[in-house]
């Protein structure tokens, strides 16, 4: 089982560089914020869990990570390749992931990091708008609908992540240096960390990334 991991801070660029990379190869994607919303609006318990943590830009708990990421990786087949975006967040989310994919006889191929000058970062996520009906990502500026509020492909509804405030941006940034950026050291003594400028555009820094895939 390979896989490979996106890592970089909220607004890095992870979730548009994951479509990129599914649609060019085999890897199938998997987003721990995405997995914890549907739960949330399935009103599951790990969904009940999970909330409260998110709308403060808090990290939800790691048993709780652990547990949806394994149930996610034994529904697969060994010669399944994984794409993490969001996760993992922690060294001890690492460590429970190199548990994991060892008994899967797996492991970690290559780590993407993405780099993105802060403030960039903190206007790309307070302009960050989503379609409600399906998903769509949009921005304020950088990639407007076509008629504000509404969505280009399917005219839904386009909002704010509650978790996209402004306030809740910065809270999401310092837990990101406090709890996420020491993974960096992590993959880079395991010789797989890559770096990849994401401050550019999306389809640059997806070609940047397929081109030091292995
Ligand atoms: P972003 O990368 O833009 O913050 P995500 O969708 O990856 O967006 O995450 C949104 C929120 O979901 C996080 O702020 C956190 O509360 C929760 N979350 C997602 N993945 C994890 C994880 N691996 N560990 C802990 N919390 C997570
Ligand atoms: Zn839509």
Known sequence: MDTIILLGAPGAGKGTLAEGVRAATDFIHVSTGDMLRAAIKAGTSTGL?????????????????????????AQGKATDRYMFDGFPRTLE??????????????????????????????SR???????????????????????????????????????DSEETVLNRLEVYQRQTASLID???TKGVLVRINAGTTPRDATAELLSKLA
């Open 186 to 188: 992590f993959y880079e």
């Open 125 to 163: 996520l307070s302009g960050r708008r989503i379609c409600k009906s399906c998903g769509a990502v949009y921005h304020v500026t950088n990639i407007p609908s076509k008629v504000e509020g509404v969505c280009d492909q399917c005219g839904g509804p386009l909002y704010q992540r509650p978790d």
């Open 49 to 73: 869990e999970a909330k409260a943590f998110m709308e403060k830009g808090e990290l939800v708990p790691d048993e709780v990570i652990l547990r949806i990421v394994r149930e996610r990786l």
């Open 93 to 122: 989310q690492a460590r429970g992931l190199d548990e994991t994919l060892a008994e899967l006889n797996g492991r970690v191929n290559q780590v993407f990091l993405l780099e993105v000058p802060t403030p960039v970062i903190v």
